[in-house]
């Protein structure tokens, strides 16, 4: 895709969270590129950063030295929400992002230049758009030209998504499906002292995300995590360091075949289908018990279940 900057956004010309039928400032910014052999056009906040496009979000990825071999070296970076629509396409990139162990931030200061070099990859994304390449910006060009490898890898994962009945909702949903739902949309936290079946998901959610901080709304400061042929995990800060610093899995994600909860205990069993960080797949089946006390974890063991060889 080609692309060329026009237009100014805002709150102050219109607040880009308003999802409405008024796409009368995106109109102009589009009508600006006629005649330019571009397929799409930025648009500027009136102080010159860079917001969204026409209809879609903007992302970019930049890679530091050593990002071959550190994928904490690569950073995804979006506009704030300020200066554009919070979209669903949006939020499942960022979460693919820290699933994948990249940086991600939101930028309120983006400059059109920052969209250009060798090491830069750019796409847009939305709804109907799903995700689409940037490869030249104004005539120049954004890395060799070509889409990145890692855009191709995000367009994947929203492929393998968007394929997945699990991940929409359906017009027969009843009321308390679509509010479970959203719950998980919008990864709200469970309301304290109570659990509910979401509660384990959105825990998963949380570790498949990378999202090591938000573990502390689901594991007590007394947790006992035990796993088959390791020494227990005892407390919270443990438990953290261990995914943050000893996990040997780089990447991946739970799929739960059935959850069970009640007031003190639940379980969990399903598949989980990843990456270690030394290249090797994954793809095991589990199971989880747990105990619970005060709305957290207080008690969890796992159990795994490897195809023989």
Known sequence: MNAALRGAAGVGILDPQIKSCNYLNNILAWIETSGQECQEALILTQDGYVSEATT?????????????HDVSN????????????????????????????????????????????????????????????????????????????????????????LENPAMGLSIYASQEDISAYLRKAGRCQPEKNHIGSDFLRNMFESIDCRDWESLENFFGGNITYERPGYAPLVGYDRVQRFYREERVIASGRHHLDEVVVNENSGACWGRFIGEHKNGSPIDEKFADTYKFENGKIKLRRSHFFRPAV
């Open 56 to 68: 879609d979000n903007l992302f970019i990825v930049t890679k530091s030295p050593g990002s071959n």
């Open 74 to 161: 690569v950073t995804v970076t979006t506009p704030v929400a300020d200066y554009c629509l919070k979209g669903i396409t949006r939020g499942l990139v960022l979460d693919y992002a820290k699933m994948l162990g990249f940086q991600t931030k939101e930028s309120a200061t983006i400059l059109p230049c920052d969209l250009l070099g060798s090491e830069t990859e750019v796409f847009l994304t939305g709804t109907a758009a799903g995700l689409m390449p940037v490869v030249t910006l104004d005539g120049h060009l954004i890395g060799d030209g070509t889409p990145g490898a890692l855009t191709r890898e995000f367009r994947r994962l929203l492929s393998r998504d």
